[in-house]
């Protein structure tokens, strides 16, 4: 677990916590099969948001077909509009996909609209108190926002958790996290 100095901005806190997550990809490739094996420990919900990843982030393929497989129905998020909420069209793995407005591969418009029960959400760190630092962007905040009953779910490899993460009014704290060690619900 990294520990935080007490003057370090977000920024600076994105920065080190991208090369960190980056460092990670590299040291436990394996760590999304480990991490779909606990599918059963997540909490209830009939249609769950995945996402596909882009970059560094833990990717949710294993889990995608693992949640698939336990008979959940899965959506991925669409950014149609830049400043406001994504919205979710189903899908299935191995369903062709297009770029969205933010650049990130989404369902075509023709699939069906859906509000899921439980969103699993990538991160760049979280903390035990279900803190969570995104890119910055502002997507899943604004999302989490807009379902505020939707259970939220990091997913993340276990080496980006930190002691205590600056959070802000409009940050929205996690339910809990998915790591390549299990489940842990947020107290």
């Known amino acids: ?20 997550r980056k460092r990670l990809t590299g040291l436990a490739p394996e760590a999304s099969l480990r991490a779909a ?3 059963a420990d997540l909490p209830p919900g009939e249609t ?7 970059g560094s982030e833990l990717d949710a393929e294993a889990l995608s077909l693992a949640l698939a497989r336990a008979g959940r129905t899965l959506c991925l998020p669409v950014v149609i509009e830049r400043d406001a909420p994504m919205v979710f069209r189903r899908w299935s793995p191995g ?15 023709l699939a069906a609209t859906v509000i899921p029960d439980l969103i699993v959400t990538p991160l760049l760190a ?3 108190r279900g803190g969570r630092l995104g890119q910055g962007g502002g997507y899943y905040d604004r999302t989490f ?14 080496g980006q ?9 409009h940050d929205t704290r996690l339910h ?7 489940y842990r619900a947020v107290p």
Not at 1 to 20: C, F, G, N, Q, V
Not at 145 to 158: E, K, N, T, V, W
């Open 1 to 20: 677990m990294r520990y935080l100095s007490p003057m370090i901005d977000k920024h600076e806190l994105r920065a080190a916590m991208r090369a960190t």
């Open 37 to 39: 094996e606990h599918v």
């Open 48 to 54: 769950v948001a995945v996402y596909r990843a882009i």
């Open 95 to 109: 369903e062709p996909l297009e770029l969205d407005e933010a650049g990130v591969p989404a369902p075509f418009p």
């Open 126 to 128: 979280f903390d035990a």
């Open 145 to 158: 926002a807009a379902l505020s009953d939707a259970i939220r779910i990091g997913f993340a490899y276990a």
């Open 161 to 169: 958790e930190m002691e205590n993460l600056p959070l802000e009014p």
């Open 176 to 182: 809990g996290v998915l790591t390549e060690r299990g």
